[in-house]
């Protein structure tokens, strides 16, 4: 009797065993092991035990110190940490509300914001990691505590179909994520004290499906949640905040109720991917991201990323990425300076010293109008980001915009943001004058579209990229549409050359104006532009419609580009000027072409840059690179341009015939490019034929984008057009084989033209 009362005793307490959220025993066993065998996780834990330790000596505290107190007692068991939460919870619990004044002062009253979701998640955790601790009544009464003030005021704003008056979009997608799964995080913690507390944590997990499947809506102008991709549009900073949130309570459901079944968001599998393409990474210091919005250039993903493998969402590509950007104290994040960055820390996999991500170099997140392109995934690489999509909340009046990171440093750059008290964030950091878009008559987007919208927002479409070669074609007509009838971004990247063809028509004559934002240093020397930063170094030339006087001072030349410098404002610090350029052309028109070669500048052709050359002829532009023994000619076709109604662009530039907006060939130095033998590569963009003396070497009845690499060789096609397009090729030999998109596609060959036909989607 007395062996089955020991047994049953002992079973008892172990059945009430706390299942923690973040700081459970499984975690404080694995930072205890890290702490012995990795010298960073070692060195952040004797910093945040020594800050833990000197927090015991102060008189006031936050609701944030009980993540630095837990993580001290839960690995420590010293109950002076656990007294000092106990304080803490107790002051909380008797305020009135964790709401800031301003948001309470608004009607209806706004009792569940950011300060209550944040407040709300430092009490819980305090609490949880105290559970132990705290006597029954002492838990009974700080639940109640919780309850009243963090949960039950974000329930009746954001939740409860009795009293809610918020949705997913009410300010911004992120603000939904952060206040309603924090008091779903909050009700796991007080799930044993609170009869009703298990209820909401299953009504809160179930709006999470609604939540990432938002469609968005059109009479308030405001976009879905996601890209299919795993884009979130509001910007890095605010994708990063927004999905950590939920995941925290994901994380944390998992943990206190593991035989609970999750809801199923495919969108999980893609938004790891997300963060690792928009990031920049570096041999030398933090990881950089894409600064689109209000974002910072050094906030990452690592929160959603260290969550996601916590999660069970564990590939290679994460635990590279957790590595790269572990390093940090960002507030929101979940770096190893952090006490829940600690905790939450994976024991990751051993990867090779020279591994890459198994992603592509580029990525169109097309649903949001985003784009990157990077010429390898190794540190210090070159990225060039695009952004022409939404403008609203947190995104900026910034249709066709772009920044460039090379050799390791961000030159060409976003104007990033100001704090949202600053009236300069309105008037100057949301507008398209602080980004690295076209002006006209000093006009961009409305000024109002920032709050209000745009009803016809940008697009990116037909990414192409090659061994050698990459395109995107950014269309940001809607947005301007007040002023402009054209405007239409494409960039051809080819080896160390970056051509931006800018194609624009006003509704009536005026000055168009090309922005260049910038860091470090930039001065003019003849035709070149410089923006260097220590050893990153590019040369932006302007080649049409005009160029930068080739010496002489510019009053002498008045029909050249003209160069102003004006001054903006710098990134997060609002009290200092930064100056970027404006670059123009003296007279007024209706229609231009702005054509800008950004030449990358290396170790390796700093002594033989690209030779770069303009050449025209009758209704087409041009311009030829050579660099590395090859020559790729650059046409085009104005006819294209959308001139021409009920007729086709049909064209002959130097020979060549075609319809195509854009055409590049890419030929051997040297060799006589009016033979179609030297044609090495060509790339038709909107298209549908090409032709010389009288042989096709490509044709459709139907416009499409494509890329021919290794053209006569070993043909492979990377196609965009329309679906069942029959498509002939020129090929010397009988072939019957063709590479299309990485797919081998069987057509039929025709002697006497020489040309292999094949249907594009034949397998379909």
Same mark, same amino acid.
């Given at each position: 009797?007395?062996?089955?009362v020991?047994?049953?005793?002992?079973?008892?307490?172990?059945?009430?065993?706390?299942?923690?959220?973040?700081?459970?025993?499984?975690?404080?066993?694995?930072?205890?092991?890290?702490?012995?065998?990795?010298?960073?996780?070692?060195?952040?834990w004797?910093?945040?035990?020594?800050?833990?330790?000197?927090?015991l000596?102060?008189? /006031?505290?936050?609701?944030?110190?009980c993540?630095? *107190?837990?993580?001290?007692?839960?690995?420590?068991?010293?109950?002076?940490?656990?007294?000092?939460i106990?304080?803490?919870?107790?002051?909380?619990?008797?305020?009135?509300?964790?709401?800031?004044?301003?948001?309470?002062?608004?009607?209806? =009253?706004?009792?569940?914001?950011?300060?209550?979701?944040?407040?709300?998640?430092?009490?819980?955790?305090?609490?949880?990691?105290?559970?132990?601790?705290?006597?029954?009544?002492?838990?009974?009464?700080?639940?109640?505590?919780?309850?009243?003030v963090?949960?039950?005021?974000?329930?009746?704003?954001?939740?409860?179909?009795?009293?809610n008056?918020?949705?997913?979009?009410?300010?911004?997608?992120?603000?939904?994520?952060?206040?309603?799964?924090?008091?779903?995080?909050?009700?796991?913690?007080?799930?044993?004290?609170?009869?009703?507390?298990?209820?909401?944590?299953?009504?809160?997990?179930?709006?999470?499906?609604?939540?990432?499947?938002?469609?968005?809506?059109?009479?308030?102008?405001?976009?879905?949640?996601?890209?299919?991709?795993?884009?979130?549009?509001?910007?890095?900073?605010?994708?990063s905040?927004?999905?950590?949130?939920?995941?925290?309570?994901?994380?944390?459901?998992?943990?206190?109720?593991?035989? /609970?079944?999750?809801?199923?968001?495919?969108?999980?599998?893609?938004?790891?991917?997300?963060?690792?393409?928009? =990031?920049?990474?570096?041999?030398?210091? /933090?990881?950089?991201?894409?600064?689109?919005g209000?974002?910072?250039?050094?906030?990452?993903?690592?929160?959603?990323?260290?969550?996601?493998?916590n999660?069970?969402?564990?590939?290679?590509?994460?635990?590279w990425?957790?590595?790269?950007?572990?390093?940090?104290?960002?507030?929101?994040? *979940?770096?190893?300076?952090?006490?829940?960055?600690?905790?939450?820390?994976?024991?990751?996999?051993?990867?090779?010293?020279?591994?890459?991500?198994?992603?592509k170099?580029?990525?169109?997140f097309?649903?949001?109008?985003?784009?990157?392109?990077?010429?390898?995934?190794?540190?210090?690489?070159?990225?060039?980001?695009?952004?022409?999509g939404f403008?609203?909340?947190?995104?900026?009046?910034? !249709?066709?915009?772009?920044?460039?990171?090379?050799?390791?440093?961000?030159?060409?750059?976003?104007?990033g943001?100001?704090?949202?008290?600053?009236?300069l964030?309105t008037?100057?950091?949301?507008?398209?004058?602080?980004?690295?878009?076209?002006?006209?008559?000093?006009?961009?987007?409305?000024?109002?579209?920032?709050?209000?919208?745009v009803?016809?927002?940008?697009?990116?479409?037909?990414l192409?990229?090659?061994?050698?070669?990459?395109?995107?074609?950014?269309?940001?007509?809607?947005?301007y549409?007040?002023?402009? !009838?054209?405007?239409?971004?494409?960039?051809?990247?080819?080896?160390?050359?970056?051509?931006?063809?800018?194609?624009?028509?006003?509704?009536?004559?005026?000055?168009?104006?090309?922005?260049?934002?910038?860091?470090?240093?930039?001065?003019?020397?003849?035709?070149?532009?410089?923006?260097?930063?220590?050893?990153?170094?590019?040369?932006?030339?302007?080649?049409?419609?005009?160029?930068?006087?080739?010496?002489?001072?510019?009053?002498?030349?008045?029909?050249?580009?003209?160069?102003?410098?004006?001054?903006?404002?710098?990134?997060?610090h609002?009290?200092?000027?930064?100056?970027?350029?404006?670059?123009?052309?003296?007279?007024?028109?209706?229609?231009t072409?702005?054509?800008?070669?950004?030449?990358l500048?290396?170790?390796?052709?700093?002594e033989?840059?690209?030779?770069?050359?303009?050449?025209?002829?009758?209704?087409?532009?041009?311009?030829?690179?050579?660099q590395n023994?090859?020559?790729?000619?650059?046409?085009?076709?104005?006819?294209?341009?959308?001139?021409?109604?009920?007729?086709?662009?049909?064209?002959?530039?130097n020979?060549?015939?075609?319809? !195509?907006?854009?055409?590049?060939?890419?030929?051997?130095?040297?060799?006589?490019?009016?033979?179609i033998?030297?044609?090495?590569?060509?790339?038709?963009?909107?298209?549908?034929?090409?032709?010389?003396?009288?042989?096709?070497?490509?044709? =459709?009845?139907?416009?499409?984008?494509?890329?021919?690499?290794?053209?006569?060789?070993?043909?492979?096609?990377?196609?965009?057009?329309?679906?069942?397009?029959?498509?002939?090729?020129?090929?010397?030999?009988?072939?019957? *084989?063709?590479?299309?998109?990485?797919?081998?596609?069987?057509?039929?060959?025709n002697?006497?033209?020489?040309?292999?036909?094949?249907?594009?989607?034949?397998?379909?």
């Amino acid at each position: 009797m007395l062996f089955i009362v020991c047994y049953l005793t002992v079973a008892f307490a172990y059945s009430q065993k706390r299942n923690y959220l973040l700081y459970t025993e499984a975690n404080i066993e694995n930072l205890k092991s890290q702490i012995k065998i990795n010298s960073k996780i070692k060195s952040s834990w004797d910093d945040q035990f020594s800050k833990a330790k000197k927090l015991l000596k102060k008189t /006031k505290y936050k609701a944030s110190d009980c993540q630095l *107190l837990g993580l001290a007692y839960r690995m420590t068991g010293d109950e002076k940490y656990a007294e000092v939460i106990k304080k803490i919870l107790y002051n909380y619990i008797l305020k009135k509300s964790w709401e800031g004044q301003n948001l309470l002062n608004r009607t209806p =009253s706004w009792k569940g914001g950011l300060g209550t979701s944040h407040t709300s998640f430092f009490i819980s955790i305090g609490f949880d990691c105290t559970y132990d601790y705290l006597t029954e009544n002492e838990r009974k009464e700080i639940a109640e505590g919780i309850a009243k003030v963090g949960i039950q005021p974000a329930l009746d704003d954001w939740l409860l179909p009795s009293t809610n008056f918020h949705t997913f979009d009410t300010m911004g997608h992120n603000w939904w994520s952060a206040c309603v799964y924090m008091a779903g995080f909050s009700a796991l913690a007080i799930r044993n004290e609170i009869p009703e507390a298990n209820q909401w944590v299953d009504d809160i997990a179930q709006t999470a499906k609604e939540f990432v499947n938002y469609s968005g809506s059109v009479l308030q102008n405001k976009p879905p949640t996601f890209d299919k991709d795993g884009g979130f549009y509001e910007s890095i900073n605010y994708a990063s905040y927004g999905l950590s949130q939920y995941l925290l309570f994901r994380y944390a459901l998992q943990e206190a109720l593991p035989n /609970k079944k999750q809801v199923e968001l495919p969108i999980l599998h893609k938004i790891g991917d997300f963060f690792i393409q928009t =990031s920049y990474y570096v041999k030398e210091g /933090k990881t950089m991201s894409v600064n689109f919005g209000d974002s910072f250039v050094y906030k990452t993903g690592n929160a959603c990323l260290t969550l996601l493998w916590n999660l069970g969402y564990t590939k290679d590509e994460y635990a590279w990425y957790i590595k790269q950007t572990s390093i940090g104290d960002d507030k929101e994040g *979940l770096q190893i300076k952090t006490p829940n960055g600690l905790i939450l820390h994976p024991k990751l996999p051993e990867l090779k010293h020279n591994y890459k991500p198994n992603l592509k170099t580029s990525h169109l997140f097309k649903d949001m109008g985003w784009a990157t392109l990077r010429n390898s995934w190794d540190k210090n690489a070159t990225m060039l980001a695009v952004k022409s999509g939404f403008t609203w909340n947190h995104t900026h009046a910034d !249709a066709g915009s772009f920044i460039l990171f090379h050799n390791g440093k961000n030159l060409i750059i976003d104007s990033g943001n100001s704090s949202y008290g600053n009236p300069l964030y309105t008037q100057y950091y949301c507008q398209s004058e602080a980004h690295n878009v076209v002006l006209f008559n000093g006009e961009g987007q409305n000024k109002k579209d920032p709050y209000f919208g745009v009803v016809n927002s940008g697009s990116l479409h037909n990414l192409v990229e090659g061994e050698n070669f990459k395109y995107l074609l950014a269309n940001a007509t809607g947005p301007y549409s007040q002023i402009l !009838a054209r405007n239409y971004r494409n960039f051809i990247w080819v080896g160390d050359v970056i051509l931006v063809i800018d194609d624009l028509l006003a509704h009536k004559p005026g000055n168009f104006e090309w922005l260049l934002h910038y860091n470090g240093e930039s001065k003019r020397k003849d035709l070149d532009l410089s923006i260097k930063e220590d050893d990153a170094e590019v040369i932006v030339r302007s080649l049409y419609p005009e160029t930068f006087p080739n010496g002489g001072l510019p009053h002498d030349f008045p029909e050249q580009m003209r160069l102003e410098e004006k001054m903006g404002y710098k990134d997060h610090h609002p009290e200092e000027k930064q100056p970027y350029w404006s670059i123009s052309l003296f007279k007024e028109t209706d229609r231009t072409k702005f054509i800008s070669a950004i030449i990358l500048k290396s170790q390796e052709n700093k002594e033989a840059l690209p030779v770069i050359e303009r050449f025209e002829g009758k209704n087409f532009l041009g311009v030829s690179i050579t660099q590395n023994g090859e020559t790729t000619e650059v046409y085009f076709n104005l006819l294209a341009d959308g001139r021409l109604k009920h007729r086709n662009s049909v064209i002959n530039m130097n020979g060549w015939e075609t319809d !195509a907006y854009l055409t590049v060939l890419k030929f051997k130095e040297g060799s006589d490019k009016t033979k179609i033998g030297a044609v090495k590569e060509f790339f038709i963009g909107h298209g549908s034929y090409l032709r010389r003396n009288g042989q096709v070497l490509l044709h =459709s009845l139907s416009k499409y984008t494509v890329l021919v690499e290794n053209f006569q060789t070993d043909s492979k096609l990377i196609y965009q057009g329309q679906k069942n397009a029959n498509v002939s090729i020129y090929s010397a030999e009988n072939l019957s *084989l063709i590479k299309i998109n990485d797919t081998l596609k069987e057509g039929m060959y025709n002697s006497s033209e020489k040309l292999i036909k094949v249907n594009m989607y034949s397998d379909e």
